[in-house]
C-alpha cells in the first residue's frame, strides 16, 4: 500500500511580508491621525486659555477707565492690568512706548514684568491709541507648547471717553 503525503496549507514567507505591510500602513496612519488630532486639541485649548485672559484684561480695562479714567486715557507706555487692578509696564524696557510693541516675530517674550504674566505662558501687554478712536489693544502672547512657535490673539476694543 502506498502512503500519499498530504499536501501541507500554510503562508508563503511572501505573504507574510505583505500582511505585515499592510498592518503597518494601516497603524501608521492611525498615528498620524491621532497625532494631528491631539496638536489640534493643544492648540484650541491654548487659544482658549489666551482668549479668557485677554478678555479678563479687558473687562478690568473696563472697569479701571470707569473708576479713573485718565490713569487710561493718559497711558504712554504699554501696560498689563495686574490682578489688584492696578495699571502695571507690560515689559521691563523702557523703550516700549505705546506703539514699540515688537512684532510677534521679533519679540523674545524675555522682557515682560511678572505681574503681566499668566500661568507662566501668557504675555499680556495693552496698547492705548488716543485721539478721537480711543482704541485699547490688548495683546497675549506665549510659547507654543511643543516650544517651536510663538502664537497671539489681539483683542481691540474701544472705549468711549466721557465729557
Known sequence: MKMKLSQQAGDTIVEV???IIIVSTVLGGAFVSANRSLTATR???E????LKFGEEQVERLKAGVSATPD???????VFCIDGT???QPATNSPNYSIDALPLLTADSLNNYNNSCIR???YHLATE??????NVFKVHVRWQQIGGNA???IVLIYRINKLP
Open 17 to 19: 511580508l505583505i500582511a
Open 43 to 45: 492648540d484650541s485649548q
Open 47 to 50: 487659544r482658549g486659555e489666551a
Open 71 to 77: 490713569t487710561y486715557f493718559n497711558a504712554t507706555n
Open 85 to 87: 487692578n492696578m495699571l
Open 119 to 121: 500661568s507662566n505662558i
Open 128 to 133: 492705548y491709541y488716543g485721539g478721537t478712536d
Open 150 to 152: 510663538k502664537d497671539e
